[in-house]
């Protein structure tokens, strides 16, 4: 049977603990409110970066807009001016072989750029390739070089074609042509590659697509006709 006790005219049991004083509060901080603060104060500074880094991006596009509009750049002028044959050869094969005929071909190209710009341009390595009746039968390179503003350069490439071996229908057109008609079609296609400087800055590369078509004559070992197409990009 469990006593009770008298204080001050209230009655107590003394196996329970006596209640929390009114004015007690619990005075723990909580980490959801911290949580919410730092979340707030990133998102904050995020949309700050985001904002300046917007406002970077659209001056620095202004700046390149107006430079661009006072410098007005023209696509650049890439002409094959001149084919000079240096060797052509033709040599069918015994009829056993698996190859017709083969070819040996020596050319000379002389191309002239024109940079007809405010501002100088930037060219990277070009290769040409020369092709009979859609069969690659050499390559050539020119390299890259620096061209400024309003001015005219002449570069050149040999392209040397050492025994390519063609298959009977291809070589019996090319005996015929060179033979018979002394006219062989060839076509020389490639792609210069071109950036523009404009304030110690270089733009994106243009592509200038060169496609000519050229006929040779095998016995007076020269150029007898010569046509070139361009397609270029502006800037």
Known sequence: MTSTTHINGHRTNPSRPPPPPQNYQNYYPTSSASASSSSASFKGCCCCLFLLFSFLALLILAI???????????????????????????????????????????????????????????????????????????????????????SVRQVSTTIAVDRVNLMQADAADLIRDASLNDRVE???????????????????????SVDCAIVISPRKQSLTYKQCGFDGLSV
């Not at 930037?122 to 070089?145: C, D």
């Not at 404009?198 to 200038?208: A, D, E, L, N, Y």
């Open 186 to 208: 060839l076509r020389v296609l490639g792609d210069v590659g071109a950036k523009i400087r404009i304030m110690g800055f270089t733009s994106p590369g243009v592509q200038v």
């Open 64 to 150: 390149v807009l107006v430079v661009v509009l006072a410098v007005k750049p023209k696509k650049p002028q890439f002409d094959l001016q001149q084919v000079t044959v240096q060797y052509v050869g033709i040599t069918p094969n015994p009829p056993a072989s698996p190859a017709a005929a083969t070819v040996s071909l020596n050319i000379r190209m002389l191309f002239t750029a024109a940079n007809d710009n405010k501002v100088g341009i930037k060219y990277g390595e070009s290769r040409f390739t020369v092709m009979y009746r859609g069969i690659p039968l050499g390559r050539g390179t020119v390299p890259g070089f620096y061209q400024p503003a309003h």
